[in-house]
T-cell receptor
Framework: DTEVTQTPKHLVMGMTNKKSLKCEQH?????MYWYKQKAKKPPELMFV???????INESVPSRFSPECPNSSLLNLHLHALQPEDSALYLC??????????????FGPGTRLTVL | AQSVSQHNHHVILSEAASLELGCNYS??????LFWYVQYPGQHLQLLLK??????LVKGIKGFEAEFIKSKFSFNLRKPSVQWSDTAEYFC???????????FGGGTRVLVKP
């Protein structure tokens, strides 16, 4: 089973709202990732968690706040977003970030619209 | 910084035609190479991957890719496409160990029935 689940599927929020995106995997993977994908563009890495610790932050604005409560869950807290933050937010997981043969598996994404 | 280039942004072909999508990367060290596919309305799925060994890699749904180290290339091929292969295809590269995936710009493939 290589399933990564994400909720919600769609989210519409105002610029003053606070919302959260959730990601879950039950494959025993110890690395989890957030990507942002704008329309007709490739995914761009935002954050990497390895063994529940933040290991990579790709200079993401502080209005995006990741959280990894345990090895199966990854959240992305959103606050004071801008309309240009509207995108598909993808979660991925992999067995071990430092493994030579690591492979990332992606969830279906949350389509976020900021009004 | 490593970069990944996909030469074709859009490809249109008829069913039963052969498909080849180009991918070149810039990093000179040891890399892992991937092709992902994104069908309309669906999530990114892994088609195939190369870590080491035989440079000709076979994946799902009849796809294969060839790693040519001297050309920094990892081209994707399928001998005979079907309408259901209509999708966007992404090449991705990461350095061996570290797993920071860098994606190419993607190629939209439309297969006409």
């Amino acid at each position: 089973d290589t399933e990564v689940t994400q909720t919600p599927k769609h989210l519409v929020m105002g610029m003053t709202n606070k919302k959260s995106l959730k990601c879950e995997q039950h494959m025993g993977h110890r690395a989890m990732y957030w990507y942002k994908q704008k329309a007709k563009k490739p995914p761009e890495l935002m954050f990497v968690y390895s063994y529940e610790k933040l290991s990579i932050n790709e200079s993401v604005p502080s209005r995006f706040s990741p959280e990894c409560p345990n090895s199966s869950l990854l959240n992305l807290h959103l606050h004071a977003l801008q309309p240009e933050d509207s995108a598909l937010y993808l979660c991925a997981s992999s067995q071990n970030r430092d493994s030579h043969t690591d492979t990332q598996y992606f969830g279906p994404g949350t389509r976020l619209t900021v009004l | 910084a490593q970069s990944v280039s996909q030469h074709n942004h859009h490809v249109i072909l008829s069913e039963a035609a052969s498909l080849e999508l180009g991918c070149n990367y810039s990093y000179g060290g040891t890399v892992n190479l991937f092709w992902y596919v994104q069908y309309p309305g669906q999530h990114l799925q892994l088609l195939l991957k190369y870590f080491s060994g035989d440079p000709l890699v076979k994946g799902i749904k009849g796809f294969e890719a060839e790693f040519i180290k001297s050309k920094f290339s990892f081209n994707l091929r399928k001998p005979s496409v079907q309408w259901s292969d209509t999708a966007e295809y992404f090449c991705a590269v990461n350095r061996a160990a570290g797993n920071k995936l860098t994606f190419g710009g993607g190629t939209r493939v439309l297969v006409k029935p």
